[in-house]
């Protein structure tokens, strides 16, 4: 009995140590699934809150925290905003700081020349980024970098449609110094759809326009093509017909966001121009105007609110780079669509005309 009792109390204490380290082991992995599924996926936003483009920076970042609190309640993913004011060697350093400090898992940057500067950034590290421009070059031969935006081949293409359908003799062309604003540029007088009476380019900061207002006044073409930033676009146009020009006003989709139109004062009604089709968000619009009425959306708002969706879907999935690349059928503010297997994602085209009441698509 003696014996017995020895067996049955090693056996006893061997297993009460097991039951222990199962618990233990139970407690551990549950504690590191525990601590997997509350952890933050980091995305580094780079945009421009202050400077001339900050109406537009604080425009994207009100449709990126939108989309969170309505697709990411829990924020899971973290969207860290940095100000570039829109410079190139800003953004550089603040994507240096978001991948060195910040420990981000994924890029958005705004712009042309601003994602250019970090391109080889984002894939020396292996980092996902996505730029928002229309400069389709940015994407090419690319592992980890893709581009969220319509293209400027595809608005060229639209813009160089309508000019042929509507036969204007002459048009004088005003751009921003910017990549993608003179790629857009670069592409119209290439074309040579109509005859260039003038092309005269911009610095993002200037809002003085009489002098050329006055010499396109003098040489009155039938048409003006304004490729600018805003809100330069709007500006220019004011000035343009309070010179008393009369012709026809052709905006690129710089042009086309509410915010542009009421900066007009009037001045763009009338003006066609061609941008991404955004007839499917107009429940973004309306969410948009009731969160922040006293900040009006840029048509570029709604591809920022898409990507953030997207960001978040991508978080879920795993692999980010893996999810962009390959995404179909996503369900965005700008409709159904996915990756075009190019590094990009293919957006539909249209032509609006500003009206007195908001815009007016041509087909």
């Known amino acids: 009995m003696r014996c017995m009792e020895k067996v049955i109390g090693k056996t006893t204490v061997r297993a009460g140590t097991r039951i222990s380290i199962l618990l233990l082991l139970a407690c551990v992995l549950c504690g590191t699934a525990?601590?997997?599924?509350?952890?933050?996926?980091?995305?580094?936003?780079?945009?421009?809150?202050?400077?001339?483009?900050?109406?537009?920076?604080?425009?994207?970042?009100?449709?990126?925290?939108?989309?969170?609190?309505?697709?990411?309640?829990?924020?899971?993913?973290?969207?860290?905003?940095?100000?570039?004011?829109?410079?190139?060697?800003?953004?550089?350093?603040?994507?240096?700081?978001?991948?060195?400090?910040?420990?981000?898992?994924?890029?958005?940057?705004?712009?042309?020349?601003?994602?250019?500067?970090?391109?080889?950034?984002?894939?020396?590290?292996?980092?996902?980024?996505?730029?928002?421009?229309?400069?389709?070059?940015?994407?090419?031969?690319?592992?980890?970098?893709?581009?969220?935006?319509?293209?400027?081949?595809?608005?060229?293409?639209?813009?160089?449609?309508?000019?042929?359908?509507?036969?204007?003799?002459?048009?004088?062309?005003?751009?921003?110094?910017?990549?993608?604003?003179?790629?857009?540029?670069?592409?119209?007088?290439?074309?040579?759809?109509?005859?260039?009476?003038?092309s005269q380019e911009f610095l993002p900061a200037d809002l003085d326009f009489r002098a050329s207002v006055s010499r396109i006044r003098a040489l009155n073409p039938a048409a003006v093509y304004i490729i600018m930033l805003p809100p330069q676009g709007s500006t220019f146009a004011k000035q343009l017909r309070a010179s008393g020009y009369s012709g026809q006003i052709v905006g690129s989709l710089q042009l086309a966001s509410p915010a542009e139109i009421k900066n007009s004062e009037g001045a763009l009604v009338g003006a066609w121009i061609p941008s991404g089709d955004d007839r499917h968000a107009k429940d973004f619009y309306a969410d948009y105007e009731k969160a922040y009425p006293d900040a009006k959306a840029f048509s570029e708002s709604v591809y920022a609110y898409d990507l953030a969706k997207l960001m978040i879907e991508a978080a879920a999935s795993g692999d980010i780079n893996r999810y962009l690349h390959s995404v179909k059928n996503f369900q965005g503010a700008l409709g159904n669509y996915g990756s075009n297997g190019k590094n990009s994602f293919q957006f539909g085209v249209t032509v609006r005309e500003v009206t007195k009441d908001g815009f007016r698509y041509l087909d």
Do not use: C, W
Not at 161 to 190: G, S, W
């Open 34 to 198: 525990i601590a997997e599924s509350s952890k933050h996926v980091k995305v580094g936003v780079s945009i421009a809150l202050t400077g001339p483009l900050s109406v537009v920076g604080e425009t994207l970042k009100n449709a990126i925290l939108l989309a969170q609190q309505k697709y990411d309640p829990q924020q899971r993913v973290q969207f860290i905003f940095e100000d570039d004011v829109f410079l190139p060697k800003n953004t550089v350093g603040i994507v240096n700081k978001f991948i060195s400090e910040d420990k981000v898992d994924a890029l958005i940057v705004f712009g042309a020349s601003t994602s250019f500067s970090v391109v080889n950034v984002a894939e020396k590290n292996k980092i996902p980024l996505v730029g928002m421009t229309v400069l389709e070059t940015l994407e090419q031969g690319k592992q980890y970098v893709l581009r969220f935006f319509v293209s400027t081949e595809d608005l060229n293409e639209r813009t160089i449609a309508e000019f042929t359908k509507r036969n204007y003799k002459d048009v004088a062309v005003v751009a921003t110094v910017q990549d993608a604003t003179l790629r857009q540029r670069d592409h119209f007088i290439d074309a040579h759809v109509s005859k260039i009476v003038l």
